[in-house]
């Protein structure tokens, strides 16, 4: 299947850049009620200027993906969003990412499978170790990373059940 069908990524028409805004505004506006991250909060999180968070927002916003409007709170600010359509190309994505996970966790027996997920929990509490030594708040949520370890749990477990279901 992988050498047949091409990676998800590949099938979506914009760049590693924009979907990582696509991703973060995703993931910041079904966390909050705020109307989506500010472009200048988008462009930290992206380590890019203000000037290019604003192009590339603007850019997403011509093609339908996002929204932009002004900060009812400070009306200097834009606060951005995913589009229907943006949310669309979102969740098409992660659903193509786990329908190829699922199958490539399928060949897997039930061993193996409580392997990757102990691994998986391994690198999460790496990952906040590293946090921790780089000086960030290990506690501290980012919400793309958040939502994207809440997924690959939901998709290993649900796994490890499907194949105890099968193979009783």
């Known amino acids: 299947r992988f050498a047949v069908h091409p990676p ?12 990582k805004a696509l991703l973060i505004m995703f993931a910041v506006t079904a966390e909050t009620d705020s109307g989506g991250p500010r472009i200048s909060d988008l ?29 009812p709170l400070d009306r200097r600010q834009h606060r951005c969003r995913p589009s ?3 949310q669309q190309l979102v969740v098409r994505f992660f659903e193509a990412t786990r329908s190829q996970s699922r199958e490539l966790l399928s060949v897997l ?4 499978l409580q ?32 939502e994207a370890l809440r997924r690959s749990q939901h998709v290993l477990a ?11």
């Open 84 to 86: 229907s359509a943006g």
């Open 43 to 71: 462009a930290r999180w992206l380590n890019v200027t203000t000037a290019t968070a604003s192009t590339l927002v603007e850019r997403l916003v011509d093609r339908g993906l996002v929204e932009r409007r002004e900060d």
């Open 8 to 19: 998800p990524l590949l099938e979506i028409d914009v760049t590693m850049l924009q979907f």
């Open 109 to 112: 027996d039930e061993d193996e």
């Open 115 to 146: 392997t990757v997920l102990d691994a998986a929990k391994i690198l999460i509490a790496a990952a906040a170790r590293y946090r921790a030594a780089a000086g960030i708040d290990p506690d501290a949520e980012c919400p793309v990373t958040e």
């Open 158 to 168: 649900a796994s490890i059940e499907s194949n105890a279901l099968q193979n009783p």
